[in-house]
């Protein structure tokens, strides 16, 4: 019921990227070594397309959602933007490999093995699941993701407390009133000041924290409302595994819970169907070392990038073990970090990696059916998504008379040789020659990236 509700969230723009992990394809392939190489090999096959226009997105997202003829392909997805370009990717899953205990995870029993037997059971749960979806949602400089399954939910974080309300107004437009758990990934207040507005609204089962104080005003709250709600309060440690629904979530750190809290953040894989999920908190390039170390499975599709986009995390070692098709960042637009940084930037690329964020495509919702994912945003963009903001101040007005370019759709406004203006569609492109100040008295907004 709920899920469907959650359907209806229909603000939501439509596909970006529909991902058809082909069980199909793989059983094709017959050890496990030849999947591995031709997992890297499909990574480095994203293609550009540039004939998709925005006008076909709802169409295509209809048919790729709903045409489980699709799922027969090995070409697999479109994406489209406002700068009409398309990416098509061919993908395989890579939570299907040389994972031992993905046996432990009820819907993934049928990967070990290839038959034709094997085949039909992937078809009939490809019919009858499209259960799982993970809101990344949009709360400024900070994280919060609910995972949804089969009416069970999980809120991993709540952004920072001046976000409380959009975590509980998110909760209550859903009807969510039972959260059957909380994460508090780590005790920073970008991670932890929203949760008393979860709670305000929501009945929550296990509250999960690397912690079990913390002399934050946030924490304090958090700590009365559990106590009010007689909510079990867990740390939990590495190697600890639980169901959401149909999906198994593993903990696999922090390994060592000890440190500067960044490096204790609670780090969880899920597994749904044939596709995975994982969340990182702020865990630092140290945390994930040790994760590394421990030897535990951490292929997954979709991967939320540790530590809003800082350069000191995600390494390139974590991305060779990590290996997702799509990368979530979740930051605040003009935060004073600077996040997402350039390096992480350069290195989700150089990987091949999707990348989605709060900050330029407002909340983000990520859905499996098992075998597909599929992602929507709530806005579009015209920035390129792999460029790191500046921080740099907005240039004063000089007074003066320029040439800017404005976004009609976006409302925002550039200066004409901005990367965004290549990229416009022609039809939301308009040419203005006045001054800043009048464009931004008309309601137009300085882009951030050439601060107009
Ligand atoms: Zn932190
Ligand atoms: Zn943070």
Not at 95 to 112: G, I, M, R, Y
Not at 202 to 231: G, H, M, N, T, W
Not at 244 to 269: D, M, Q, T, Y
Request: hydrophobic letters at 30%; aromatic letters at 8%; glycine letters at 6%.
């Amino acid at each position: 019921m709920m899920v469907g509700d959650l359907r209806k969230f229909n603000k939501w723009r439509r596909v970006l990227v529909a991902f058809f992990l082909s069980f199909s394809f793989a059983l094709t392939c017959s050890c496990s070594t030849s999947r591995k190489e031709s997992l890297h090999s499909s990574d480095s096959s994203v293609t550009t397309e540039t004939s998709v226009r925005p006008e076909s997105v709802d169409s295509l997202e209809t048919e790729s959602l709903s045409d489980p003829s699709l799922t027969e392909e090995s070409v697999i997805a479109s994406s489209s933007d406002e700068t009409g370009s398309s990416v098509s990717v061919t993908e395989e899953n890579p939570s299907s490999l040389e994972e031992p205990e993905v046996s432990s995870a009820e819907s993934s029993e049928n990967v070990t093995d290839s038959s034709v037997e094997e085949s039909s059971i992937s078809k009939e749960t490809e019919a009858e699941t499209i259960g799982f979806e993970v809101y990344f949602l949009d709360v400024g400089q900070g994280d919060s993701a609910l995972v949804c399954c089969d009416n069970h939910y999980m809120l991993i974080d709540g952004g920072p407390s001046k976000s409380s309300d959009v975590v509980y107004s998110f909760l209550k437009n859903h009807e969510i009133t039972n959260l059957d758990y909380i994460v508090a990934t780590h005790p920073d207040e970008d991670h932890i000041g929203g949760i008393p507005g979860a709670l305000e609204f929501s009945e929550v089962e296990e509250f999960l924290s690397p912690v079990e104080d913390d002399d934050s005003y946030s924490f304090r709250s958090i700590l009365d409302r559990l106590q009010k709600q007689q909510a079990e309060f867990v740390v939990p440690s590495c190697g600890m595994e639980f169901d959401l629904g149909s999906a198994h979530c593993f903990v696999v750190g922090p390994v060592e819970n000890a440190g500067k809290l960044n490096n204790r953040s609670i780090v969880i894989r899920i597994v749904y169907g044939n596709t995975s999920f994982l969340f990182t908190g702020d865990a630092e390039s140290e945390e994930e070392e040790s994760i590394l170390q421990s030897g535990q499975t951490l292929s997954s599709d979709v991967m939320k990038v540790s530590h809003h986009g800082s350069e000191y995390s995600t390494t390139d070692m974590w991305l060779d073990a990590v290996r997702p098709s799509i990368a979530i960042i979740s930051c605040g637009q003009g935060n004073d970090f600077g996040f997402p940084t350039n390096p992480v930037l350069e290195r989700l690329k150089e990987h091949g990696i999707s990348a989605y964020r709060t900050d330029l495509q407002g909340d983000i919702l990520v859905r499996s059916d098992g075998e597909t994912i599929s992602v929507e945003t709530e806005k579009e963009t015209d920035m390129d998504v792999f460029s790191a903001p500046e921080i740099e101040p907005a240039e004063p007005d000089d007074g003066l008379e320029h040439d800017y370019i404005i976004n009609t759709k976006t409302g925002k406004f550039h200066k004409p040789d901005c990367e965004a203006v290549s990229k416009m569609d022609e039809k939301n492109r308009k040419e203005y020659h006045g001054t800043r100040t009048s464009l931004i008295e008309e309601g137009y907004v300085p882009c951030k990236m050439c601060n107009p």
